[in-house]
């Protein structure tokens, strides 16, 4: 056998193993890496090419030292998942850095890191005054990660007193021309309601890129010629998402406010557009 086609043989035999072996190490080899797996990674790589290259006659060697090497990883991942103190041991435990504002230098010197660099990671986190921060940790995988203090958090609906719905996750309908049924059913949806809404908009599935229902039920399309405007749906839906959106707000005025008067004002208001919305529904959405 000539010893170029045995190279290409051989590289084409470490791709195919050292995929099935990555994949058998899990999602975490292609994540942020922990120090042992840092290790493992180039490890791997390094017998990967050996097996490639070495065309003499024990080029399988390095194929049992490259599964040894896997089943080693994948027994320290069992270890890592059963007890902490081997977890802390081999990927090593968080630091905090800033407490209450206060830099903690003994722990900088500990991580051998800088004021400058501390400072660097804290303006990526959109952070540029060190009175904000309440906590900054340095977890495992070397990631910064920081909490500000309470004045400084972003107000969300819950510190107003106010309950939102969930939402649902947005959905992919249509990929490269064609239909998504599995994530159609996800949503409840069928492929006659789908190709309803693209007759609406005077379209095929074939015309579509890529389609995308979001948490309330409103298909937003994608064409293959980016220089054709995406067509706009008729009014009847638009209408309906109207009254959609009005009944919601009442709702959300009705949770928000502590006047009981305006609380029942709102709440009434909103239980009888709910059922004009049901009584209205097969019209404005055919």
């Known amino acids: 056998m000539p010893e170029w086609f045995e190279v290409i043989w051989r590289t084409s035999f470490a791709v195919v193993v050292l995929f099935l072996l990555t994949k058998l190490l899990g999602k975490r080899q292609i994540s942020q890496l922990s120090f042992f797996e840092y290790i493992t990674g180039i490890t791997v790589g390094d017998l990967a090419a050996s097996i490639s290259l070495d065309t003499d006659k024990t080029w399988y060697l390095g194929l049992?030292?490259?599964?040894?090497?896997?089943?080693?990883?994948?027994?320290?991942?069992?270890?890592?998942?059963?007890?902490?103190?081997?977890?802390?041991?081999?990927?090593?435990?968080?630091?905090?850095?800033?407490?209450?504002?206060?830099?903690?230098?003994?722990?900088?010197?500990?991580?051998?890191?800088?004021?400058?660099?501390?400072?660097?990671?804290?303006?990526k986190k959109d952070v540029f005054k060190l009175a904000d921060v309440e906590f900054a940790i340095?977890?495992?995988?070397?990631?910064?990660?920081?909490?500000?203090?309470?004045?400084?958090?972003?107000?969300?609906?819950?510190?107003?007193?106010?309950?939102?719905?969930?939402?649902?996750?947005?959905?992919?309908?249509?990929?490269?021309?064609?239909?998504?049924d599995a994530s159609l059913e996800k949503r409840g949806l069928s492929r006659s309601w789908l190709q309803g809404k693209l007759e609406n908009l005077g379209l095929t599935e074939a015309n579509v890129f890529l389609g995308q229902v979001d948490t309330y039920g409103e298909l937003t399309i994608d064409l293959y010629a980016d220089n054709i405007q995406t067509p706009q749906l008729q009014d009847k839906p638009q209408v309906y998402a109207l009254l959609k959106k009005c009944e919601a707000d009442l709702e959300l005025f009705s949770l928000s406010t502590k006047n009981k008067n305006a609380k029942l004002m709102y709440g009434e208001g909103s239980e009888k557009l709910q059922l004009l919305l049901k009584e209205l529904q097969p019209f404005l959405q055919s």
Do not use: H, Y
Not at 155 to 170: C, H, N, R, S, V
């Open 138 to 180: 340095m977890e495992s995988d070397g990631a910064i990660n920081v909490l500000l203090t309470r004045e400084n958090q972003p107000l969300t609906p819950k510190d107003l007193g106010i309950k939102l719905a969930p939402e649902q996750e947005p959905q992919i309908v249509i990929m490269d021309g064609k239909i998504m």
């Open 64 to 123: 049992i030292a490259l599964i040894v090497w896997v089943l080693f990883s994948l027994m320290i991942e069992f270890l890592k998942i059963k007890n902490k103190k081997t977890r802390d041991f081999i990927d090593f435990k968080s630091t905090v850095l800033v407490k209450d504002g206060k830099i903690l230098e003994d722990n900088m010197r500990k991580e051998r890191i800088s004021s400058d660099e501390l400072l660097e990671e804290l303006r």
